[in-house]
């Protein structure tokens, strides 16, 4: 009998990097990320996901991988993997970890042979080599721009000193893409796959799900001004400020985004997964548009779960919030998968700050921590709060950032030397990058780096204003953000609302968000006024609602 935890899990992300330091070099760790299970479980969560550990150049914060099979030393070694594990699993928490499959490092032995070796060679068929154009081949085969910005393609100088072929890489120059038309790229992963199962994680977070193929011939290809650069709609990596979700045909979109031979490997992976004891699942980061074309990630006999970035894009608004989550039970309920729901992550602006933001996308073009309209803290840290309190009153998976149960906001104030995202080198600045939402989170407000480590070291400089927020500040506080998420999450296990269904209330605003899951009514309050509070005892709510109203940017769950 299978339980399909997967369905209704609380998965919490660690960023390695930012959540605990056991060492003191200033780089959280996995003994570190040992040492904080038992607060994670505390907090009422199923699963932890880990952002990449594997040996690394640190090009770009390790989804440059170097070995997929080991430990970076920044992180530990394998047998801390092999202690962090055992602990997570003896706290009953699952673990799954990040799968970097579109892309290496460009120094991956492989990447290194296929340099060294001749145009056409095996070495070179890994990855996806080309002629360039132009009477010397001196211009790139295509017009592709990098998510990172610039071109697509670098060119490599051969063995004997002379300008030769070009090699694709989505991202930064440093991540060449693997050609996945190569059987030898696909038993590579085979065993990579293998070896994390039989050390016993609980599953994969697939980075990239939707790039490993692309489309015959590399056609030149030119974005719509409103396409973001993940394939979706215009926000993208670079969390901008959302519009209404659309919902509309699927159409043919970049031939670098989920073209139809990629459900090929998923399925191929399915049965490895399928063949090993346990429940170990994959779950997909593909940013494509619509929802359907995301459903198709998790169909029967492919992937667990898939990233509803739809959700996460979609503004503090009732009516487009009713319209995505609609549309979101139903698509992914129409292949028999859950929906998902996400609100922050390491690629995109905090929620406590997006959700305030008036202008583009700080991560985007000309929008910086120097220019007008940056987020009002108070509004983002209110808004949030009643976004969360709605997100996890819903039937699904949810997924939780490290930081956000604490209300941490995106840390814009960075100085300049301080960053390390290669958005802003590759673009000079002009966007500001993702280090914001990436800063090492607090633990104790008077410990050196607020308990992130033994030392006042950290990666990248921690807010001074951080230190009302750490944790040991509001463990135990009432009405704190810590505090809304531990009742949160316990109230979404005694109540099975993530096994339950929404029924929408009627006799509402319409910028009021009413339903029904099971015994409890969640009402949220997107508008500017407060409104009437029905009877009923409170469970739960994101601000104070003592005086018999529900105010603005505020949610609230009664016994029906």
Not at 36 to 41: D, G
Not at 115 to 135: H, K, N, Q, V, W
Not at 299 to 322: I, K
Request: glycine share 10%; net charge negative.
């Amino acid at each position: 009998m299978t339980s399909e935890w997967w369905r209704t899990a609380a998965i919490y992300q660690i960023y390695p990097r930012s959540f605990a330091d056991a060492n003191g070099d200033g780089m959280g760790d996995l003994a570190g990320i040992r040492s904080r299970l038992p607060e994670l479980a505390d907090l009422g969560v199923d699963a932890i996901w880990l952002s990449p550990f594997y040996p690394s150049p640190q090009k770009d914060a390790g989804y440059d991988v170097a070995d997929y099979c080991d430990v970076d030393p920044l992180f530990g070694t394998l047998a801390d993997f092999d202690d962090m594990l055992a602990e997570a699993h003896r706290l009953g928490l699952r673990v799954i970890v990040d799968l970097v499959p579109n892309h290496s490092s460009d120094q991956h032995p492989w990447f290194q042979q296929a340099l060294a070796a001749a145009p056409g060679s095996p070495e070179r068929a890994r990855y996806i080599f080309r002629e360039g154009t132009g009477e010397h081949g001196e211009l790139p085969p295509n017009n592709w721009q990098s998510v990172f910005g610039g071109p697509m393609w670098t060119r490599v100088t051969e063995a004997d000193g002379t300008p030769g072929q070009w090699y694709l890489h989505i991202f930064d120059s440093s991540q060449p893409d693997f050609d996945w038309t190569d059987e030898e790229v696909r038993e590579e992963f085979r065993r990579i796959l293998r070896f994390w199962l039989d050390r016993g994680v609980d599953g994969f977070r697939v980075d990239v799900a939707h790039g490993l193929i692309k489309a015959d011939g590399l056609p030149d290809y030119t974005p719509p001004a409103d396409a973001g650069s993940m394939g979706g709609n215009a926000h993208g990596l670079e969390g901008g400020v959302p519009l209404e979700p659309e919902i509309h045909d699927e159409g043919d979109g970049a031939p670098y985004w989920g073209q139809e031979e990629v459900h090929e490997v998923y399925r191929d992976w399915r049965t490895l997964l399928d063949s090993y004891d346990g429940e170990r699942i994959l779950a997909a980061e593909a940013w494509v548009d619509p929802l359907t074309r995301v459903a198709k990630w998790v169909r029967p006999d492919e992937m667990h779960q898939a990233f509803n970035f739809a959700y996460l894009e979609t503004p503090w608004s009732a009516p487009a919030l009713r319209s995505v989550i609609d549309h979101s039970i139903e698509t992914f309920g129409a292949v028999g998968a859950p929906s998902t729901w996400v609100l922050s992550n390491h690629d995109v602006i905090r929620h406590a700050s997006r959700l305030a933001l008036e202008a583009d996308s700080l991560q985007g073009h000309g929008i910086g921590p120097k220019s007008a309209g940056l987020p009002d803290a108070e509004v983002g840290l209110r808004r949030a709060r009643a976004a969360t309190s709605v997100m996890l009153a819903l039937p699904g998976s949810a997924y939780v950032y490290q930081g956000e149960e604490l209300g941490l906001p995106e840390a814009i104030h960075l100085p300049d030397e301080a960053r390390q995202d290669p958005t802003w080198f590759r673009t000079d600045g002009e966007r500001y990058g993702r280090d914001g939402c990436r800063v090492p989170i607090p633990w104790e407000a008077d410990a050196p780096s607020y308990g992130f480590g033994p030392t006042d070291a950290a990666w990248l400089p921690q807010p001074a204003e951080w230190a009302s927020l750490a944790r040991d500040r509001q463990r135990g506080v009432p009405g704190s953000t810590l505090e809304l998420y531990r009742t949160a999450l316990r109230l979404r296990r005694s109540e099975s609302l993530a096994t339950g269904a929404v029924e929408w209330l009627d006799g509402y605003a319409d910028d009021v968000l009413a339903f029904r899951n099971g015994s409890v009514v969640v009402i949220g309050n997107t508008g500017s006024s407060p409104v009437a509070l029905p009877a009923g005892e409170v469970l739960l709510a994101s601000a104070d609602v003592s005086g018999g109203e529900l105010p603005a940017d505020t949610t609230v769950w009664l016994r029906a």
